[in-house]
């Protein structure tokens, strides 16, 4: 009897069926435990922002910067300013990152001026790599903003747009807000949310309503150069997201999950609803953030 050599066909066809049954109990598994993981970087961001917003403030009279505002378009938590806006002028007093620059890596380290960037015409300029977002500056869960978008937002109207969204000196602005009791006035406290991870909602049906949120049943969704995903709330239904950090002002940052969000009226709820989830509400009532 001749010595059998190898496996039948039978048999590599039961080992490849094992492995792929093996791979598709394994793979949701492996991607839960990294989206865990970009979560509690997440976290440790958080942490870094209070610490640099922390020391502005004390280097300032203890003054906290307030969240950004467009005269006539309303509040927009996701942005702050490149430099510092002109003294009395409609912007005075807002977030801007040259503030927090001093207290925090990861964003232009060279203290490139918004007449520096000025004259970059693009990412391979000298230089230019100071305008990367990285670090406590961005979501590890999410690609974010290459540096010719930075460059292109700063020379536009003085801008950089985050994936955390900002909120103090609300009473600057509560009339955009519809629970302005959650959120940070003119001091720190551990019952103020000061910042979290960004939830964007623009209600504009000629735009297919684009949800932007950095944590989700299918990773990210955002707009940027780099992603992979944008959800059009239009045509997908209501924000596909997991949840979000919320960073308080006293140093501490609670996972607020999906559960804890009204999510099927996340698109049908009114902008100005007071009912809805909170949110903060720009460009006249059809952008919100939520929190």
Known sequence: MKERKGFTLIELLVVIAII???????????????????????????????????????????????????????????????????????????????????????????????????????????????????????????????????????????YLRLEYAYYARVDEWHEYATHPRDLTGEELSGRKLLMADQIYYWGDPKWDWPCLYNHGTRGYSWDGIFSDYLQLCKLEGPPKLTGINRLFGDGHVVWKDKTEFDIDNMVLNDATNPLANPHVIGHAATVVTFY
């Not at 492996?30 to 502005?56: D, F």
């Not at 938590?77 to 977030?95: H, K, N, R, V, W």
Request: include cysteine; proline fraction near 6%; glycine fraction near 8%.
């Open 20 to 158: 792929a049954l093996l791979l598709s109990i394994l793979t949701p598994a492996l991607q839960t435990v990294k989206e865990r993981a970009k979560r509690t970087i997440c976290k440790s961001n958080l942490h870094q922002w209070i610490l640099g917003i922390s020391a502005y403030a004390s280097s300032n009279d203890n003054k906290l910067l307030q969240t950004v505002e467009y005269p006539g378009w309303g509040l927009y938590p996701g942005e702050i300013l490149f430099e510092q806006p002109e003294l009395g002028g409609p912007q005075d007093g807002m977030a801007y990152a040259m503030a927090f620059v001093p207290y925090m890596e990861g964003f232009n380290a060279g203290r490139l001026s918004r007449a520096d960037v000025a004259l970059l015409t693009s990412s391979n300029d000298p230089g230019a790599d100071n305008l990367q977002i990285k670090g406590a500056w961005t979501c590890p869960s999410n690609k974010g903003e290459n540096v010719d978008f930075v460059i292109s937002t700063i020379n536009d109207r003085n």
